[in-house]
């Protein structure tokens, strides 16, 4: 497996830009505003810092599966409850609340550089390189650490043993 990027923190976010324009000139263009507007690299893992990255993602996943689980039985209550019913009101607003804290929890997981492929299952890739090219380090809700990879279209049914990327 080759290096990943060599941060610091896991998670830091030192140094690196939005991909946002900065609030206030306009026009004009040339270097200054070429920098501000690139987009950061992709982060990339190694297998020891995807495990360790594990530390906080599995617990990022942990809320997301709480949540998910909350917004579909409120789903249920909201198809059920009265056109106008104040049950209706109270569930559709406690919709709304739980969107909002999923929304934020998948964006911890962004910032984070990890990928949410399945809101149940708390499945979660981290891209990776493996001989020049970009793969997937795959972990699974309830797995110890990172135990399989998959190439970029494998998905979870291509996933491998973690173990060929750690001998090649």
Known sequence: MTPANDEG???SDEGSTSGGTSGGT???GGAASSVLDRKP???????EQANQALKF????????????TQLRKLRVEIEGAGAASQRRIDAEHAYEESM????????ELHLAGVELKD???GLIDFPALHEGREVYLCWQRGEPKILAWHELEGGFTGRRDI?????A
């Open 163 to 167: 173990k060929e990327l750690q001998t």
């Open 57 to 68: 993602v599995s617990r990022v996943v942990d809320d997301i599966v709480a949540c998910y």
């Open 41 to 47: 690299a992709r982060r990339t893992f190694t297998v």
């Open 100 to 107: 909002g804290r999923l929304s934020g929890f998948v964006d």
């Open 119 to 121: 809101f149940e299952r």
């Open 9 to 11: 923190s896991v998670f």
């Open 26 to 28: 306009s026009g004009g």
